[in-house]
């Protein structure tokens, strides 16, 4: 396999996606130079201190400056922004590509905002934790996990291949998707979870206030591994929410009818139904974490 080389690359939000991206670049080959671009000077600071980043500034369009490859890696809502913001300096063949959890409304927003000789390729890598900014950035963060690319027919074939390689390079699975299949899909897998586990935590928070009792000092595992998600960054969920709104929004409605069945079988103490439904759930969970 060819190995794929940037000279220069601006990483655009160095923070758990952006720096761990830039990290294993920096370690693995295909980047030279890594410039950081952001808002705050702290988080730039600390990416510098971690050797994330070999120079940052707060100007997306001084950092983009000659560089043949630019991530994108802010929340959802601030992709066509930025990518707005560097439009005018970049070069004839660079490449622009982003981490976005969301892929048809990035895709709407961004492809008009393209000049003639600079492509845009979408994707979505499928790793993470709950924690955010440079601190939270990992080394070997995507190996062996997938990653989504989703083109469109606008999207130049050899940019396409090029960021096939850059994900290949780090460790990552491959997968060529439609960006409407994407995000129906990651709205069940991914964003219903996130949405239940910041409403679990709320439900458990109103019935403490109602009943004037604490509750959360008598849970345990179950409750920790369940909510773990709900630790991650609000400003990047109330935007995935945003910009996924209708997959979203789906997914609740199916989610709500499972709960609701639940609830009867409960109600009218049908064990033979609980059963049902939880020996159904385990059967598929043990199934899908026995094949890894
Ligand atoms: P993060 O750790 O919060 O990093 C985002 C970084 O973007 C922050 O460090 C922030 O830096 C910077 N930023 C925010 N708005 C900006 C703007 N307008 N211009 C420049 N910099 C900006 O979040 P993340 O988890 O890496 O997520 C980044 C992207 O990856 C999101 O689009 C998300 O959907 C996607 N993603 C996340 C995960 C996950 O599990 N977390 C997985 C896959 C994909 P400042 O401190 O300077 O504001």
Known sequence: MKK???????????????GSLALDMKRLGPAGHVVGIGRSRENLRIAESRKIVDSWTTDPARGAEGCSLVVVAVPVKSVARVVDSIMPVLDKGTIVTDVGSVKEKIIEEVEPLLKDGVSFVPAHPIAGTEHSGAGAA????????KCIITPTPATNQEALNTIRELWQEVGSQVVIMDAKLHDIILAGVSHLPHVIAYSLVNTIASMEEKKGQTLLEFS????????????????MWADICSMNRTAILDAIEEFQRTLEELKESIARDELSAIKRAFERAKKIRDAHIADG
């Not at 794929?4 to 952006?18: D, E």
């Not at 990992?138 to 996990?145: A, Q, S």
């Open 220 to 235: 345990a595992g179950g409750f920790r591994d369940f909510t773990r998600i709900a630790s991650s960054s609000p400003e």
């Open 138 to 145: 990992l080394t070997g963060l995507f190996k062996d996990k």
């Open 4 to 18: 794929t080389f940037f000279k220069k690359v601006a990483i655009v939000g160095v923070g758990l996606i952006g």
